[in-house]
């Protein structure tokens, strides 16, 4: 620790016991000691972001630091530094003003080794910035799954050169670790679980994901586009992830598109072009272990898609994954029917289920390969279910594989 450093945690050390009590007390009243502490900590720390200057490394103690109300930073070029996920944590069980724990609006900003637990709203949100890393940090609400949570953990939006890696998600009514409206992201060696949506890509150009687990969350991995946005996004690959038993029901709030996400569903690529999903390893999903899809399965309507945008899946690759076991128990009336009519009580989804959406004027089709998996089907979501398809012929194609990303830091 560096001696500026040093200095700002010992002066608030110093502050809490002073806060706490007079000398008298010091020895009788620990609980209050501890409280008050907090509280002077809480401002001290509050502080401190809002005087950051650029190259600034503040750092967080180890204890249990409770605030009642969001942090802000807006200057460039700081890092927020922990003892651990474990040992340094943000709580802000018991939040009374702000939308989120952590709301960051600056660029070359580095937050790592601690926990933001309970926030009210998101647990860190960054807008609008760019060379954004996250690392080895944990957001949790930990009560469980619950549509009081917070949206999101890991919120970057409207970013550039954003690095997630060794991270933690759990809780969160819509996405744990999320990447939105944003260009050149890696979400790496991280974990989802107990979301609506474990990891999610939404409306971003240029994503890897690999080396995730993602398990019990409602889905495992999506790769979303969404109408009425700032941009529409594409050129996502999805690898050498693990994706299991993500069955947990859907508790995201009513009206929202992760809302419509069946529970047990293990990879969902919806309205995006460009994906692909290779080397994973994806198991026991119950409604199925990967789906294909577009924009009109998830509950909006023709009307509120804006004119330019395409809300169809088109050029996805699938392939090279080991996948086992799902698809016995789907999600929904719609598609627990579908199941039962094709495969029997007893039978299952095979690995594979798009919803049969695209483009009647594209040329060519919609280039959806797959390889290397059990079986697929075309639900005929257009007819209403009622012409679902097996033919798996149509799907026997290759597609020029997508570059690896590199993230330009600086």
Known sequence: MS???RAFAVAVLAAAVAAACG??????????????GDAAFAEAFRTRLL???PGDVIEVPPGRHSFDRSLTLRVDGVTIRGAGPDKSVLSFKGQKAGAEGLLVNASRFVLEDLAIEDSKGDGLKVNEGEHITIRNVRVEWTGGPSTK????GLYPVKTRNVLIENSVAIGASDAGIYVGQSRDVIVRNSRAEFNVAGIEIENT??????GNVATNNTGGILVFNMPALSQQGGAIRVFQNKVYRNNTANFGAKGTPVASVPAGSGIVINSNDDVEIFDNEISDNATTNIIVSSVYSTGYKDDKASKDFDPYPERIAIYGNRLSGGGDSPDGLDLKALKTAIYGLRGRFPDVLWDGYANAKLAGGPQICIRDVSGVIDADGPGGYKSPSQDTKRYDCALPKLPAIDLKRG
């Open 149 to 152: 949570n917070g949206a999101y």
């Open 23 to 36: 000398p008298e007390q010091a020895q009788h009243t620990p609980t209050a000691q501890v409280a008050a």
């Open 205 to 210: 150009v240029n994503a890897d994901v690999y």
């Open 3 to 5: 001696p500026p450093i």
């Open 51 to 53: 005087d950051a200057k």
